[in-house]
């Protein structure tokens, strides 16, 4: 069965500090993998996803991600974390049937001064 | 454009109660596909509709059941509400269904079983 785990459950790095989010599945074939934001009391705003190609793929916010497939592994990251990055990030992959999302439980990203 | 709208934001029911949530998807987005996300866990699939059609059903009891409008709306409802179905209910609409469409997400509707 299809999976998704996000081994960090809450994350603290200072502004300016670099950022790594982990995030391995569990799929059969090629899988399709999205990177998604919630800020508190929303909804979930794409950051960057994959399907094919190229394994390091540039998102929005200055995010990227790295498709590993020996590790089963697409963790996003990103050079310089701002004050407003602060938020809940979900990692998903779409399932076999093309009928659904499977997230991970997410990673809460905190931001100190 | 508007993207995708949910209505109400929030809303709180007594358990054994019944529930309706709606959701427009974004104009031109012919696919909806309801979400249940818990406090403190990712985003849980419910269904998939597309053209009006159940494509696509998760591990959810038939208290919960769902339909797509002609206009492509959708209604999520939510029967013998219980303390457990408190959580955000997320709407998603995409422009179809094959693996690598992305899927846009509403706001969400806030529900609390009292």
């Known amino acids: 069965a299809q999976s998704v785990t996000q081994p960090d459950i809450h994350i603290t790095v200072s502004e300016g500090a670099s950022l790594e989010l982990r995030c391995n599945y569990s799929y059969g074939a090629t899988p399709y993998l999205f990177w998604y934001v919630q800020s508190p009391g929303q909804g979930l705003q794409l950051l960057l996803k994959?399907?094919?190609?190229?394994?390091l793929v540039q998102g929005i916010k200055g995010f990227e991600a790295e498709f590993k497939r020996s590790q089963s592994s697409f963790n996003l990251r990103k050079p310089s974390v701002h004050w407003s990055d602060a938020a809940e990030y979900f990692c998903?992959?779409?399932?076999?049937?093309?009928?659904?999302?499977?997230f991970g439980k997410g990673t809460t990203l905190s931001v100190s001064s | 454009d508007a993207g995708v709208t949910q209505s109400p934001t929030h809303l709180i029911k007594t358990r054994g109660q019944h529930v309706t949530l709606r959701c427009s998807p974004i104009s031109g987005h012919k696919s909806v596909s309801w979400y249940q996300q818990v406090l403190g866990q990712g985003p849980q699939f419910i269904f998939q509709y597309y053209e009006k059609e159940e494509r696509g059903r998760g591990n959810f009891p038939d208290r919960f059941s769902a339909r797509q409008f002609p206009n492509y709306s959708s209604e999520l409802n939510v029967n013998a509400l219980l303390l457990g179905d408190s959580a955000l209910y997320l709407c998603a609409s995409s422009s179809g269904t094959t693996e690598g469409t992305e899927a846009f997400f509403g706001q969400g509707t806030r529900l609390t079983v009292v």
């Open positions: 998903a992959v779409r399932n076999q049937a093309g009928t659904a999302l499977i």
């Open positions: 994959y399907f094919s190609g190229d394994t």
